[in-house]
T-cell receptor, first 112, second 113 residues
Framework: DGGITQSPKYLFRKEGQNVTLSCEQNLNHDAMYWYRQDPGQGLRLIYYSQIVNDFQKGDIAEGYSVSREKKESFPLTVTSAQKNPTAFYLCASSIQVLYGYTFGSGTRLTVV | DQQVKQNSPSLSVQEGRISILNCDYT??????FLWYKKYPAEGPTFLISISSIKDKNEDGRFTVFLNKSAKHLSLHIVPSQPGDSAVYFCAAAWQGGSEKLVFGKGTKLTVNP
């Protein structure tokens, strides 16, 4: 079955540590996206990539980094520079924006 | 600057009645609109979409209406069911080359039995 997989589902991190969230898709979609959801804030775009080896900053990129070495994979690193990293993180992919996104099931990151 | 606005953070409806979720947009370039439904701790799932060449699109209990002159769209759910309780996001794009969807902040719908 084609889909988009985020792992892990829950992640705990100590303050000051970097952590990488995984996102893999087997839908053959060119575009991939990372969003963050906080209560009352909706979905805020962190980074997106239209093609391998290229990515653009979204609205809240500070404190995050990404790579796109393979079409299937778009990992997100939450660095120690991110001031409020505790949130629900969503990865999505798309063959074309007008067809909408397919979302993963999300990763809940908690800083302890 | 919010280009897609969902002004009601929450909505409560009785089971069997109609739910109407509203969405306004400011960018006149938008010509394609989508609704997503999201349960807690899960990713959003696509619900229904509409192109600006139409003013209505129906899929079972879900109907989306588009009023281009008012830059307003609404999602109607009839009849509402308890399983419809979720957060609903409105999103917009334009056919000229949007690289990403622009989302509203969402409306939390609660359908009471």
């Amino acid at each position: 079955d084609g889909g988009i997989t985020q792992s892990p589902k829950y992640l705990f991190r100590k303050e000051g540590q970097n952590v990488t969230l995984s996102c893999e898709q087997n839908l053959n979609h060119d575009a991939m996206y990372w969003y963050r959801q906080d209560p009352g804030q909706g979905l805020r775009l962190i980074y997106y990539s239209q093609i391998v080896n290229d990515f653009q900053k979204g609205d809240i990129a500070e404190g995050y980094s990404v790579s796109r070495e393979k079409k299937e994979s778009f990992p997100l690193t939450v660095t120690s520079a991110q001031k409020n990293p505790t949130a629900f993180y969503l990865c999505a992919s798309s063959i074309q924006v007008l067809y909408g996104y397919t979302f993963g099931s999300g990763t809940r990151l908690t800083v302890v | 600057d919010q280009q897609v606005k969902q002004n009601s953070p929450s909505l409560s409806v009785q089971e069997g009645r109609i739910s109407i979720l509203n969405c306004d947009y400011t960018n006149s370039m938008f010509d394609y609109f989508l609704w997503y439904k999201k349960y807690p701790a899960e990713g959003p799932t696509f619900l229904i979409s509409i192109s600006s060449i139409k003013d209505k699109n129906e899929d079972g209990r879900f109907t989306v209406f588009l009023n281009k002159s008012a830059k307003h769209l609404s999602l109607h759910i009839v009849p509402s069911q308890p399983g419809d309780s979720a957060v609903y996001f409105c999103a917009a794009a334009w056919q000229g080359g949007s690289e990403k969807l622009v989302f509203g902040k969402g409306t939390k719908l609660t359908v009471n039995p």
